[in-house]
């Protein structure tokens, strides 16, 4: 048996727009609304670089990625052609008043490894410690 979390109504999240939905663990999971008023829930991340999707342009039933431009699926998370990769789905449900909701074992476990990149000398300097770390029979940090 399915238990959805109710998170707004349809007119709180911007038409061909998204809004964020935070969870104890993991990334954020952003809510599109298509200028048909479907909703489709993905991972707020890029399957290219992290880029968080919830500041895309949503146009038909695709979001572009705001760093890099890949168009992303809303239905099915997937980059469309040429750009490969995916980005993890979340189960929406609206009802007939308007309200929608997750999937709460969703919410709670799906998707929890993905990590937005960091970037600059911060990246720099953790792959430089895990390399040193690793060299001196220290775990490695990308197990």
Do not use: K, N
Request: glycine share 10%; with cysteine.
């Amino acid at each position: 048996m399915t238990h959805w979390t109710y998170i707004c109504r349809i007119e709180d999240i911007p038409r061909q727009g998204a809004r964020r939905v935070a969870r104890p663990l993991g990334l954020e999971v952003a809510l599109f609304r298509t200028a048909e008023d479907r909703i489709y829930a993905l991972l707020d991340w890029s399957p290219y670089r992290g880029g968080p999707l919830s500041q895309g342009l949503v146009f038909g039933a695709a979001v572009a990625c705001p760093l890099h431009g890949w168009t992303i699926g809303l239905a099915d998370g997937q980059a469309q052609a040429p750009d490969e990769g995916s980005t993890p789905c979340f189960r929406v449900r609206t009802d007939e008043d308007g309200a929608v909701h997750l999937d709460a074992q969703e919410l709670a476990h799906h998707a929890l490894e993905p990590r937005r990149e960091r970037a600059g000398p911060a990246l720099r300097a953790t792959a430089a410690a895990a390399l040193t770390a690793a060299g001196a029979g220290a775990p490695s940090l990308s197990a």
